[in-house]
């Protein structure tokens, strides 16, 4: 069995994450993830709705510092209840 790839710090890291389209998902999450990463610039989020518009994904791209900030991160987001999926 081979090791996963070690991660280089830092480094552009893409974080989804994906809810109900009706849960205000952004205005509960980014607020999340800029306790973590710093704030945002609107270049750094990516929104798409699903295809019948239920659901919606979001795009976070952060400057990760380390593996425990990217835990940290996806700690808070998966307690989240409007957070169906944290990828």
């Given amino acids: 069995m081979s090791e996963p790839p070690v991660l280089q710090f830092p480094l552009e890291f893409p974080i989804k994450v994906m809810g109900r389209h ?3 998902l952004r205005r509960i999450t980014q607020p999340i993830i ?3 990463a710093g704030p945002l610039q609107e270049s750094s989020v990516r929104v798409r709705a ?3 518009g239920n659901f919606l994904a979001l795009t976070y791209t952060v400057t990760a510092t380390s593996r425990e900030q990217l835990d940290a991160i996806y700690r808070e987001l998966t307690a989240c209840e409007a957070v169906l999926m944290a990828l």
């Fill in 34 to 36: 800029e306790r973590h």
């Fill in 22 to 24: 009706d849960a205000d």
């Fill in 50 to 52: 699903s295809g019948d």
